[in-house]
């Protein structure tokens, strides 16, 4: 629950600053008559999204058990490429967002009626695809369908009160700080969920090597357990784990880990800290 909570929030805020931005802009280079656009390709994004992951939640079902496993294991593997890029974008970028979306809506404004839409679609799709692509990966690798996706509602209701603040005014947020946090957090649950994704490679029958369990504590670490079902919610974290697994997960989290930290480390300068206030 906590980890589809962290991926709603964060991926929520993103798609709700950009709005913001844009919305913001338009209003303030006296265009307000050209917001429509902006929600219209919004609500499409989001009603892909919602298609995305209906697809992913029943497209599957029918076949057999191998086959869904070499999805669900191929679908873990895609979803944590598609984060840890957003993870070191974001990481990145969130200093220059607001002057980047900015020049895109003047070049778009003059474009045609549809470009506006297209650039928001656009904009929150990508959010919207990575986060139905993320939550149903980890709701699978949980087995559960309930509480991951609680959480995931509750990040996104987190995120659009926040985005609603933030345009209004009403608070100022650190986006460096913000999304080094989530991002550093979210780097250990994608690994979680890249080590489940060789399980179900492994459960296919695609992958033969390293079968044997480098651990078993599901003795000290019941998976019914409170302990067993947080860790197993929030980090994927399987008692029983073969060496494929442990070796995909140290084989992510080291290097990824190491760069993030080393891309996102204060740079020592006398500007003023990053703030995201959309109406300023």
Known sequence: MIANYLIGLREGLEAALVVGILVAYLVKSESAGLVY?????????????????????????????????????????????????????????????????????DRAAGRGWW??????????????????????????????????????VLGLLTATALGVLI?????????RRFFAVTGGLLVIVAAGVLSYGFHDLQEAGLLSGLNALAFDVSATVPPGSW??????????????????ELSAWLAYVIPVLVLFVRGVRPVKTSAEPVEARATS
């Not at 345009?167 to 986006?175: E, H, N, S, T």
């Not at 067993?228 to 784990?241: C, E, I, V």
């Open 167 to 175: 345009y209004l005014g009403a608070i100022k947020l650190d986006l």
């Open 37 to 105: 656009r902006v929600w219209l390709g919004a609500a499409a994004a989001i009603a892909v999204s919602l298609a995305a992951g209906a697809v992913l939640t029943f497209g599957p079902r029918g076949l057999s058990s191998e086959a869904q496993e070499a999805i669900g294991g191929g679908a873990s593997i895609i979803a944590v490429g598609f984060v840890t890029w957003m993870i070191f974008w974001m990481a990145r970028t969130s200093r220059l967002l607001r002057g980047e979306l900015e020049s895109r809506v």
């Open 115 to 152: 470009s506006l839409g297209l650039l928001s679609f656009l904009a929150v799709g990508r959010e919207g695809l990575e986060t139905a692509l993320f939550l149903w990966s980890t709701t699978k690798a949980t087995g559960s369908t309930t509480h991951p996706l609680v959480g995931a």
């Open 227 to 244: 302990y067993g079902t947080f860790l197993k919610g929030t980090f994927n974290f399987s008692p029983r784990t073969t060496w494929l």
